[in-house]
Structure formats: structure tokens, C-alpha cells
């Protein structure tokens, strides 16, 4: 996947979302649930403009429920209806018109006051790519009776799916750019596999991970390889290297002459982890009070 935002991709995204944005009552933003505050555009309050918002915390089934669970805290303190997803399998999907319903209130108090009754909620789905707006829509759309086709007073080839007697979804999703600004979005990006892999160096990206793991959930990589004669403290320099050389050994990495191959084991590592086989992980962690306000600044 091509992933590089240059501002000519900017303007673009942002030009469609101005038009599109007149067209509907809600966002639907969807967020990486094991990153839901880097997956994020940066620029979504803004561009949301001022209409309600549902964030689907997709890809909820690799994220680390309790850690989902305060985002969805996070997110509902600051004034979004939050719903953890998995688009895949369609867990969390029933919750979603009850949620339109809420977070769409004034809308459909203001409807009936006029005497318009069940007129549906239309919506935009949008996100950073590769966060599932495109298998969300599908499977949301699976049951789905009918795209409905343009209607008076829609820009001309806009295409609706009525997806409930609720809910209405503009057929194409708003990509958003992702904040690749600071180190350590891009490095999360980066490790969901958000980035295209082939300008990246997957040691750097593993050793990084290990790291990351061993600070916010220490175990997980001993049990997942079966490591028992390693042993290494958080002050060990090399530690990150000792056990990616460990995860080489265990999975038989190795190069001519028995050299551990760092860069296979490497991406064997990111793939155990980006498919879930570490277990459920949340990668990214609240920010304090101090981290949002250093933030808008
Ligand atoms: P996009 O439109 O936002 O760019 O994302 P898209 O739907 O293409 O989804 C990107 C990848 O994420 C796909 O995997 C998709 O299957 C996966 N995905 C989407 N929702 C979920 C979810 O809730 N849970 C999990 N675990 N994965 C999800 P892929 O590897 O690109 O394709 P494939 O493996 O499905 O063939």
C-alpha cells in the first residue's frame, strides 16, 4: 500500500470531506483500537464540523479489552458516542443503531417536531486508511436492503446504503491522513502496519515493539516463544537484541554459518503480533492531562 501524505493528498481528502460533510447529520470515525488516539486525523474536530459523532473502536478483538474499555472513557469525556468494533467478525455491530439513535437525538426530536417521522440518519464513515472503513461498510451493508440511488437534493452521484430503518451510509468512506508528525505515531503506525513495510526497517520496528512490550505487558513474548533459560532485566542494554536473537533461535532464523537472521525473525515477530498470536494488545496509552494540553497547543 502507498502511504505517504503529501499535501496535495491533504487538500484533497479535506476538500471532499467540506462537501460531503453538508450531506450528513453523523460521523462515523473509525480508530485503530490498539492506537485509537494515532489513528486518529488530527484535524477531525475541526473538519467534523460541529456534527455528532459515533467513534468505532475497530479491530477491537486484537486490543487489550480492559485498556479498551478507559479509551471508550476517554472518548465519551470529550463528547463522542463510542462503540468497540470488530468489523471482521461483526461483533459490536447491534450496538450501532441504538447509538445512531443517541448520539442523533436533536436531529430526530427536530424531524418529528416538523412532522417528518423515521427519516433515516445519514452518515459518512471516516478514517486514517487500513483502520476497516471499507469492511465495515461491507458487512454493515451485507444485511442491508438496497443502495438507494440519488435522490433530489443530493449532489448528483452520491450513492446511499440504507443500512437500517435508522441509518443511511454514503457509499465511499472519507480517507483521512494520518499525523505523521511525531516519533512515536509514526512508530505505532508503523507497527499495526499502517506504513508501507518496504521503506521501514523491521529490526529498528521489532526492537522498538519488545521494548514497548516489555514495559506495558511483561511475559507476553517469553510465553509466546517458550524462553526459559533468558534472562534479562529492564537495565539490560542489549536486551531488546538478546531476545530477538532468542525469537531467531526459537524459530529457526538463521543465516549461513548459523548466524541468527535478525531481520527474518524480525518480521515473523511484527506478524505474531499485527495478527494477534501475542495476545490481545493496546499499544498506546491515555495521555495525561499534561501530554492534551502540550497537544493543542
Ligand atoms: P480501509 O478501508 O480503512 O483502508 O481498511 P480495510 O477495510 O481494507 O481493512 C484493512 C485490513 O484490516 C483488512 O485486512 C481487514 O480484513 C482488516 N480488518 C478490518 N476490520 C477488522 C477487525 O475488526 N478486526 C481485524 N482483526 N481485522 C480487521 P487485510 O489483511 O488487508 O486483508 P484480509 O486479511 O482481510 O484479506
Known amino acids: 500500500m502507498e502511504y505517504q501524505w503529501y499535501p496535495g493528498h491533504m487538500t484533497k481528502a479535506r476538500r471532499m470531506m467540506q462537501e460531503n460533510i453538508k450531506l450528513i447529520d453523523l460521523v462515523i470515525e473509525l480508530v ?13 474536530d475541526e473538519l467534523g464540523g460541529g456534527k455528532p459523532r459515533l467513534v468505532l473502536m475497530n479491530k477491537a478483538d486484537l486490543a487489550d479489552e480492559r485498556k479498551t474499555a478507559a479509551w471508550v472513557r476517554y472518548f465519551e469525556d470529550r463528547g463522542c458516542f463510542v462503540i468497540p468494533l470488530d468489523a471482521r467478525s461483526r461483533n459490536g455491530m447491534k450496538a450501532i443503531d441504538r447509538k445512531v439513535e443517541l448520539a442523533c437525538q436533536e436531529k430526530i426530536q427536530r424531524d418529528r417536531s416538523r412532522g417528518i417521522l423515521n427519516r433515516p440518519v445519514r452518515a459518512m464513515v471516516v478514517g ?27 449532489t448528483k452521484g452520491k450513492q446511499w446504503i440504507r443500512m437500517s430503518k435508522t441509518l ?3 457509499d465511499t468512506p472519507g480517507i483521512l491522513w494520518p499525523k505523521m508528525g511525531d516519533q512515536q505515531t509514526g512508530l505505532y503506525l508503523a507497527l499495526i502496519g499502517s506504513m508501507n513495510d518496504e521503506i521501514l526497517d523491521p529490526e529498528k520496528m521489532a526492537l522498538s ?30 536486551m531488546a537484541i ?35 498470536r501475542l495476545g490481545r494488545i493496546t499499544l498506546e496509552q491515555i495521555p495525561t492531562e499534561k501530554e492534551e494540553e502540550e497537544e493543542n497547543q
Request: aromatic residues 6%; glycine residues 10%; charged residues 30%.
Open 168 to 170: 443511511e451510509l454514503l
Open 242 to 276: 538478546r531476545m530477538l536473537e532468542e525469537i531467531a533461535k526459537v524459530r529457526g532464523c538463521l543465516k549461513k554459518g548459523q548466524e541468527a537472521d535478525l531481520t527474518k525473525a524480525a518480521g515473523l515477530f511484527l506478524e505474531d503480533f499485527r495478527s494477534g
Open 32 to 44: 485503530d483500537a490498539r492506537i485509537p488516539g494515532a489513528s486518529r486525523n488530527p484535524d477531525i
Open 128 to 154: 486514517i486508511p487500513n483502520v476497516g472503513k471499507s469492511t465495515f461498510i461491507n458487512s454493515f451493508a451485507k444485511k442491508a436492503v438496497a443502495k438507494t440511488g440519488n435522490k433530489p437534493g443530493v
Open 209 to 238: 515493539l519488545i521494548a514497548l512490550l516489555q514495559e506495558q505487558y511483561p511475559g507476553v513474548i517469553e510465553k509466546r516463544y517458550g524462553f526459559t533459560d533468558l534472562v534479562l532485566s529492564d537495565e539490560d542494554e542489549g
